[in-house]
Nanobody
Framework: QVQLLESGGGLVQAGGSLRLSCAAS????????MGWFRQAPGKEREFVAA????????YYADSVKGRFTISRDNAKNAVYLQMNSLKPEDTAVYYC????????????WGQGTQVTVSS
């Protein structure tokens, strides 16, 4: 069955860095665009970053542009989110997701990993 398993979350001080990983299985990973989303307590889930299946295109929310980097390794069926210069407002549960085309909604979702940034 389809599985997206996030890891790498934790507690970090403001200004620090974390690298999130998402291991995918059960679908043709290399054919899917991948995204990272986050949801803070009391807030709606929001888009963070996305990467095309071919790695040619990346997209970022304005709030993380210049600080976060999304990447993927199709040989390992994995997508990553390098987060630098973290701020307390980055505190959230981070989810990875997959969709077949930009015309479709994200179809597969992971369970999430908690990121907490202390001030």
């Amino acid at each position: 069955q389809v599985q997206l398993l996030e890891s790498g979350g934790g507690l970090v001080q403001a200004g620090g860095s974390l690298r999130l990983s998402c291991a995918a299985s059960g679908f043709t990973f290399s054919s899917y665009a991948m995204g990272w989303f986050r949801q803070a307590p009391g807030k709606e889930r929001e888009f963070v970053a996305a990467i095309s299946w071919s790695v040619e295109k990346t997209y970022y929310a304005d709030s993380v542009k210049g600080r976060f980097t999304i990447s993927r390794d199709n040989a390992k069926n994995a997508v990553y989110l390098q987060m630098n210069s973290l701020k307390p407002e980055d505190t959230a549960v981070y989810y990875c997701a997959a969709r077949a085309t930009v015309a479709e909604s994200y179809k597969y979702w992971g369970q999430g990993t908690q990121v907490t940034v202390s001030s």
